[in-house]
Nanobody, 121 residues
């Protein structure tokens, strides 16, 4: 079955860096947008960064200039490079992708299981 698997979360001190990776696997006929969201306990899941199939990117204001999203269309992966991390970046980070599920290019949305990022002050 199709799924998204994240890796790279962990504990880092403020000012440090982490790189999150997400790989899509299974029966995939194409990938439209890919993105990273984050969620803290008791809050809604917020968009962090998004990248289209053509490589156009969008960033939330809170992470502009610090985070960078990239994708490898040949490997069906999307990464999030996080620099100058702040304690307020602490959250569970979720990979998101819009996957084509058949040869007629019907698309469905998929989520990863989440990976925790903790930034200590």
């Amino acid at each position: 079955q199709r799924r998204l698997v994240e890796s790279g979360g962990g504990l880092v001190q403020a000012g440090g860096s982490l790189r999150l990776s997400c790989a899509a696997s299974g029966s995939i006929f194409g990938i439209d947008d890919m993105a990273w969201y984050r969620q803290t306990r008791g809050s809604l899941r917020d968009l962090v960064a998004r990248i289209t199939s053509d490589g156009v990117t969008y960033y939330a204001d809170a992470v502009k200039g610090r985070f960078s999203i990239s994708r490898d269309n040949a490997k069906n992966t999307v990464d999030l490079q996080m620099n100058s991390l702040k304690p307020e970046d602490t959250a569970d980070y979720y990979c998101f992708a819009v996957l084509a599920v058949d040869t007629t290019y019907r698309y469905r949305e998929y989520w990863g299981q989440g990976t925790p990022v903790t930034v200590s002050s």
